[in-house]
Nanobody
Framework: QVQLVESGGGLVQTGGSLRLSCAASGRTSTDYIMAWFRQAPGKEREFVAAITRNGVFTDYADSVKGRFSISIGNARNTVFLQMNSLKPEDTAVYYC??????????????????WGQGTQVTVSS
């Protein structure tokens, strides 16, 4: 089993920044993908960003390109999401996902087999 614990959410004004963290523990694989998804009230969960375990390859949703940056910590078991120039439409619960045993990036939520509990991000106008 793999456990994912997110932190770093909160309330911020439009144009502000937040940094989310997701720490993975347990039986992690040699290769895995970690990603961030988000879900706003009344909407489906959507892809935000993904990264390979070695930190070399990344992918972003068009809506966050140029504003958000995903990275992997030195210990390779923590993924970060730096969110800049936040907008009210970024308000959502942000979830960390892990896809163990794979090294191919994917935007499909169903491809991820472990999830964190989520952290709320609220951007006020």
């Amino acid at each position: 089993q793999v456990q994912l614990v997110e932190s770093g959410g909160g309330l911020v004004q439009t144009g502000g920044s937040l940094r989310l963290s997701c720490a993975a523990s347990g039986r992690t694989s040699t290769d895995y993908i970690m990603a961030w998804f988000r879900q706003a009230p009344g909407k489906e969960r959507e892809f935000v960003a993904a990264i390979t375990r070695n930190g070399v390859f990344t992918d972003y949703a068009d809506s966050v390109k140029g504003r958000f940056s995903i990275s992997i910590g030195n210990a390779r078991n923590t993924v970060f999401l730096q969110m800049n120039s936040l907008k009210p439409e970024d308000t959502a619960v942000y979830y960390c996902g892990a896809r163990m045993g794979y090294y191919t990036l994917t935007k499909r939520g169903s491809d991820y087999n472990y999830w964190g509990q989520g952290t709320q991000v609220t951007v006020s106008s």
